[in-house]
């Protein structure tokens, strides 16, 4: 079974910065699309930012400008920046690993264990 280490979140003031930061086995990372994903309380969980293999990346509208997901191979570390945080980012934020459009495709997705992130003064 495939483990996704999650770390990073807390308690931060609206406008502060948090670094979150996830690390998978180099058999998936260096091929699946990492993502993050979030859930606030009563909410469905929604997309944030996805970085695929080659450093592709696709972001939430409403994080754009503000968040910034990178990956590092050397460390199988994906990497979510996020800066200008709002009272509205505060959810429980979960790492993913996706083999949609790779030679895995149909194979599980991967999920972390969620980090929580509050914004609040």
């Known amino acids: 079974q495939e483990q996704l280490v999650e770390s990073g979140g807390g308690l931060v003031q609206p406008g502060g910065s948090l670094r979150l930061s996830c690390t998978a086995s180099r058999n998936i990372f260096l091929i699946y699309t990492m993502g993050w994903y979030r859930q606030a309380p009563g909410k469905q969980r929604e997309l944030v930012a996805t970085?695929?293999?080659?450093?592709?990346?696709n972001y939430a509208d409403s994080v754009k400008g503000r968040f910034t997901i990178s990956r590092d191979n050397s460390r199988n570390t994906v990497y979510l920046q996020m800066n200008s945080l709002k009272p509205e980012d505060t959810a429980v934020y979960y790492c993913?690993?996706?083999?949609?459009?790779?030679?895995?495709?149909?194979?599980?997705?991967?999920w972390g264990q969620g980090t929580q992130v509050t914004v609040s003064s």
């Open positions: 970085i695929a293999s080659r450093d592709a990346t």
């Open positions: 993913n690993a996706d083999p949609k459009d790779t030679p895995f495709e149909g194979g599980p997705n991967y």
